[in-house]
């Protein structure tokens, strides 16, 4: 990733120690219904997910089971292959699973290996703790963590008493060695009793800024939510291209030819998310519940686009909010033409191919679409048209007698 990544904007005002760079080893298991292909995309992302948190990705490894091992996850001549290759290269700290590992398989694989023995999950709540800013938002992060550690005491005890820093070892572990499971479970019921007390003060404060329509932005990770928002918004909303940006949510007043309106910033969804970081982020996702459109924003250029549109759709049937009105926004068309156009393409065919790829996901999606490119500020007049009309609805329901006014 380049230093001068034009996405980092109002990366200067985000503090934190600079951590070294760790070599890593990424282990994903083709088992059940998963194909080869499938395996190999979730690996993409973990690498994706390892390079957000400071690791080098230096091999991969693949193996087919049936059903994952009780005791090492992956069969023994497979375990003895990672073992070689550690004790070759010895830059390598530690071994990255795409799945979720009971304690017991993680003191096993650190005594076998010698090395951080880190999931998914874990390496999911490392990132989180990292860029969590506000106290909501740190809360709901060790919450996770507590909630992931409580049935996994028994195999973390080992590796947490050798006080290691760095990916994984982030949070509550590292100072709370004697923590046993009565103080870990008192420690989860004053942090539910937190949030709750932040989500009253949350649910004021929404109270208080009125009858305005309400718009979130939602989408997978890393599609460019922050970086529409701050064109949006005119406002500086932390934007970069690696994975969970913005982990605490963002409203700012909009006025779009003099109609006012609130627009929201959200934490990015991602496929396979631990079920007790959806928990503890509910209240974050509380702006998406509340609000009365939503754009769906969509990373066009990313091969894997419409499995990322199913995450979200499914997420937001969890959150009971697929039914509200909704403008899917495919971001990235820069990209998109870069990757997939021919060099020799003249600008009528391009353009053709455009319109049609976004006919077809219109009828395929049901929804209104726009393509745009936040990066390249292109469409954006056409995407704030629609905002306006969808909006403009909105308010003449709410307020027909004002409607004339906006």
């Known amino acids: 990733m380049s230093q001068n990544n034009q ?10 120690i600079k951590k070294g760079i760790e070599d890593a080893i990424l282990v994903g298991l083709i088992h059940g219904n998963q194909t080869e292909e499938k395996v190999t995309e979730y690996l993409d992302e973990l690498e994706f997910l390892a390079q957000t948190a400071g690791a080098r990705t230096i091999k991969r490894i693949t193996q087919k089971l049936p059903h994952p091992n009780r005791r090492t996850f992956v069969g023994s001549g497979k375990l003895q292959e990672i073992l070689e290759y550690i004790e070759s290269h010895e830059s390598v700290t530690m071994v990255i699973f795409d799945d979720d ?4 398989q993680v ?17 999911i709540l490392d990132i989180f703790a990292n860029r969590a800013q506000t106290a909501q938002a740190k809360a709901q992060v060790e919450l996770a963590q507590m909630q992931y550690i409580l049935p996994r005491l028994r195999g973390l005890w080992t590796h947490l008493e050798r006080q290691r820093g760095g990916i994984g070892m982030r949070g509550p572990g590292e100072t709370e060695i004697e923590t046993d499971r009565r103080i870990v479970r ?4 004053k942090l539910k009793a937190r949030l709750q007390e932040i989500d009253k003060q949350n649910q004021t404060r929404r109270k208080n800024r009125g009858e305005m329509i309400r718009v979130a932005l939602v989408g997978y990770t890393n599609v460019g939510k922050s970086t529409l928002m701050n064109i949006l918004s005119k406002s500086e909303v932390f934007a970069e291209d690696k994975l969970f940006a913005t982990l605490d949510t963002t409203v700012r007043k909009v006025v779009i030819e003099r109609m006012p309106f609130l627009l929201s910033d959200t934490v990015g969804f991602i496929r396979k998310l631990p079920h007790h970081l959806v928990e503890s982020f509910k209240s974050t996702l509380d702006e998406v519940k509340e609000s009365d459109i939503l754009l769906h924003v969509v990373d066009i250029a990313h091969p894997q686009y419409e499995d990322h549109v199913q995450t979200v759709n499914q997420t937001l049937t969890d959150l009971d ?7 899917m926004v495919f971001n990235k068309l820069d990209l998109y033409r870069e990757r997939y156009f021919d060099d020799f393409l003249d600008t009528p065919n391009k ?19 726009i393509f745009i490119s936040a990066k390249q500020k ?7 048209e629609k905002m306006k009309g969808l909006i403009e609805v909105l308010y003449e329901k ?8 906006w």
């Open 7 to 16: 996405w980092n904007v109002g990366e200067k005002k985000r503090k934190g």
């Open 101 to 104: 590992l009971t304690g017991k």
């Open 107 to 123: 003191g096993i694989l650190e005594e076998e290996l010698k090395v951080k023995i880190i999931d998914r999950s874990t390496l």
């Open 186 to 189: 008192d420690k989860i019921s």
């Open 321 to 327: 909010c697929i039914e509200k009105p909704t403008l």
């Open 351 to 369: 353009l053709r191919i455009e319109k049609e790829l976004q006919e077809n996901l219109k009828n395929k999606l049901d929804r209104d679409t």
């Open 378 to 384: 292109e469409n954006i007049n056409g995407l704030k």
């Open 398 to 405: 709410r307020y027909p007698y004002r409607a004339k006014y």
